[in-house]
């Protein structure tokens, strides 16, 4: 039970860091941190969450981090489920707890969009379903190959989570105007059950496109290793 705890409360961390972030600090009058601040946000709850639990569970903290590990020959099938029940349940509360917060501005007058995942009218530039899917899949397929380089035996050890860490921040520099960037499952899913849009209805996509690159990812960097 550690290993799920541990992806649990990562898991947490990543959402109510990332997502609170983007919540409370992004647009605050005359102070917010923007964009750049919040994709730093996403990087530094990944860098410290696989710095204090990797050692535990493995750090994934994302389902298609999960999928893409298996696919590249680097995790057990019969641990899919409980860690991607896990990252879901983290996902979910954190969201909750940050639902909970919101609500006590003065002046409060709903969650809106709540940090959810989008395309077309819930895409922060308007973008399609079509880029939303191609930059999801290109940018969490180029997330493997580093998770998977980074980690690997022949790596420098003690660095993986920085590398990983910073590949999140340059993931979010790039998307989040795009579908606000998901590249994660249980991210997108834990925020999508208290938006006031339509997230619900979109979050397949955050679904499909994270899956689909981790396991090209993975391959890519399991043939490419392979004589290495």
């Given at each position: 039970?550690?290993?799920?705890?541990?992806?649990?409360?990562?898991?947490?961390?990543?959402?109510?860091?990332?997502?609170?972030?983007?919540?409370?600090?992004?647009?605050?009058?005359?102070?917010?941190?923007?964009?750049?601040?919040v994709a730093l946000a996403f990087?530094?709850?990944?860098?410290?969450?696989?710095?204090?639990?990797?050692?535990?569970?493995?750090?994934?903290?994302?389902?298609?981090?999960?999928?893409?590990?298996?696919?590249?020959?680097?995790?057990?099938?019969?641990?899919?489920?409980?860690?991607?029940?896990?990252?879901?349940?983290?996902?979910?509360?954190?969201?909750?707890?940050?639902?909970?917060?919101?609500?006590?501005?003065?002046?409060?007058?709903?969650?809106?969009?709540?940090?959810?995942?989008?395309?077309?009218?819930?895409?922060?530039?308007?973008?399609?379903?079509?880029?939303?899917?191609?930059?999801?899949?290109?940018?969490?397929?180029?997330?493997l190959i580093v998770i998977m380089?980074?980690t690997d035996k022949r790596a420098?050890?003690?660095?993986?989570?920085?590398?990983?860490?910073?590949?999140?921040?340059?993931?979010?520099?790039?998307?989040?105007?795009?579908?606000?960037?998901?590249?994660?499952?249980?991210?997108?899913?834990?925020?999508?059950?208290?938006?006031?849009?339509?997230?619900?209805?979109?979050?397949?996509?955050?679904?499909?496109?994270?899956?689909?690159?981790?396991?090209?990812?993975?391959?890519?960097?399991?043939?490419?290793?392979?004589?290495?």
């Open positions: 039970m550690n290993k799920y705890l541990a992806e649990l409360i990562g898991t947490f961390w990543l959402v109510f860091g990332g997502c609170g972030s983007a919540v409370l600090a992004a647009a605050f009058p005359e102070l917010g941190i923007g964009f750049a601040g990087g530094l709850t990944v860098l410290t969450a696989a710095y204090a639990l990797g050692h535990i569970s493995g750090g994934h903290f994302n389902p298609a981090v999960s999928i893409g590990l298996w696919a590249g020959g680097r995790f057990e099938a019969k641990e899919l489920a409980p860690y991607i029940i896990s990252q879901l349940l983290g996902a979910t509360l954190a969201a909750f707890i940050l639902f909970i917060i919101v609500q006590g501005q003065a002046g409060f007058t709903g969650v809106g969009g709540f940090a959810t995942n989008g395309y077309g009218e819930l895409s922060p530039g308007k973008y399609s379903m079509l880029s939303a899917l191609i930059i999801e899949i290109v940018l969490t397929a180029g997330f380089g980074a420098p050890a003690g660095f993986a989570p920085i590398a990983i860490g910073l590949a999140l921040t340059l993931i979010h520099l790039i998307s989040i105007p795009v579908t606000n960037t998901s590249v994660n499952p249980a991210r997108s899913m834990g925020v999508a059950f208290f938006a006031e849009t339509a997230a619900l209805s979109q979050v397949w996509l955050f679904w499909v496109a994270p899956i689909i690159g981790a396991v090209i990812g993975a391959v890519i960097y399991k043939l490419m290793a392979k004589d290495a």
